[in-house]
């Protein structure tokens, strides 16, 4: 079966970026004192930054090793004013994450520009973010032909995992180890192998097991109990509530009408309260919570549902991985990165 790989890239090279940092610049406590060692970041002979490149390329090769992918596609995000600001309004939506610091900015730039250079389907455009884009290419060509994975950091994927998709989620290699001691994820375990290191493989069980709910509610869940990092309010107080309300009602709509039934009766309210207690063992009741934050909840929902329709001109033939090699020596050697050359062989 052919494999169609997505990554995040703005996941990815963040990552990469901050995983090869010098200590003097990781632990600096100032944007001022980080500035004053950035020299000491990894860098060619002439002053250009290399060390989110060489690490997110060292990632590449590695992801390619293992999966031997079919078909790839890496998106990233380009600004944070995308429909969730400007459309929906949202102002504090991402706002309290801070500004890429220079370097990283310059490598973001380049990796673009490197990865359309050898022939990669890069995505990304004002208006949308990379999930936006993974979303939208999972709704297109997902099927049971085709064995489509999904690598990022960021959790708000779960909402992609289906009997299709697996989401590989980066994370430290102790936490992966541990994860798949948890669920019994061992070599040789009902077909099971060892993805790369660093790597956890979530699947819809793996999700419920860890989010309360299944992967079609995850968007659900997320607009009654928000997102501090990404600045989704979601709904206060409600937080141990969420995944029980979910998984009894399936959709805010449903849990709305539940509410909208009691017609603001007292007693209705206190017997839905009742029953939320009694068989969804929900302690302190989250009615009143619900009701007064509602156009919040649903807004919640819009910032957090991942667009999927994105109008997408490509058929999957495009993004077929065909390595132009001779663009990538060159890249390299710009790069500096003889190692990298000597490991694909790229010299004879």
């Known amino acids: 079966m052919k494999k169609f790989l997505i990554i995040d890239?703005?996941?990815?090279?963040?990552?990469?970026?901050?995983?090869?940092?010098?200590?003097?610049?990781?632990?600096?406590?100032?944007?001022?004192?980080?500035?004053?060692?950035?020299?000491?970041?990894?860098?060619?002979?002439?002053?250009?930054?290399?060390?989110?490149?060489?690490?997110?390329?060292?990632?590449?090769?590695?992801?390619?090793?293992?999966?031997?992918?079919?078909?790839?596609?890496?998106?990233?995000?380009?600004?944070?004013?995308?429909?969730?600001?400007?459309?929906?309004?949202?102002d504090s939506y991402k706002a309290n994450r801070k500004e890429a610091p220079q370097p990283l900015k310059e490598q973001f730039i380049a990796m673009e520009e490197l990865l359309q250079k050898i022939g990669c389907q890069v995505l990304m455009d004002k208006d949308y973010e990379a999930d936006d884009f993974a979303a939208s290419l999972v709704k297109k060509f997902e099927s049971p032909d085709l064995e489509t994975y999904i690598i990022t950091k960021d959790h708000d994927y779960f909402q992609l995992v289906s009997d299709y998709t697996r989401l590989w989620r980066v994370t430290d290699k102790d936490k992966a180890r541990d994860m798949q001691q948890r669920y019994g994820l061992f070599a040789g375990k009902d077909g099971y192998e060892p993805i790369p290191a660093g790597i956890f493989e979530y699947t819809a069980d793996i999700v419920y097991a860890e989010e309360g709910v299944y992967p079609e509610n995850i968007v659900t869940l997320l607009s009654i109990t928000g997102d501090s990092g990404d600045g989704i309010p979601g709904c206060k107080g409600v937080s141990s509530a969420a995944a029980p309300l979910v998984n009894e009602y399936g959709s805010l709509d449903a849990i709305y009408q539940a509410i909208e039934d009691c017609e603001g009766n007292k007693k209705k309210e206190k017997a839905l309260s009742d029953f939320w207690k009694n068989s969804l063992g929900i302690g302190r009741s989250p009615l009143n919570a619900l009701k007064e934050n509602k156009e919040t909840v649903y807004l919640s929902y819009q910032l957090a549902k991942m667009k999927d329709d994105i109008p997408l001109t490509q058929s999957l033939e495009d993004f077929a991985l065909h390595i132009d090699k001779a663009a990538l020596r060159e890249i390299l050697l710009h790069y500096e990165m003889n190692s990298l050359i000597t490991e694909l062989k790229l010299n004879e």
């Not at 004053?36 to 992801?63: C, D, P, V, W």
Request: no cysteine.
């Open 9 to 90: 890239g703005s996941s990815m090279l963040s990552t990469s970026y901050y995983g090869n940092l010098p200590k003097s610049v990781l632990f600096a406590k100032t944007d001022e004192e980080k500035e004053k060692h950035y020299k000491e970041i990894l860098q060619t002979s002439k002053g250009e930054y290399t060390n989110a490149l060489f690490t997110m390329l060292r990632a590449l090769i590695s992801l390619h090793k293992k999966l031997n992918p079919d078909y790839v596609a890496i998106a990233f995000d380009v600004s944070r004013d995308t429909f969730r600001r400007t459309i929906l309004g949202a």
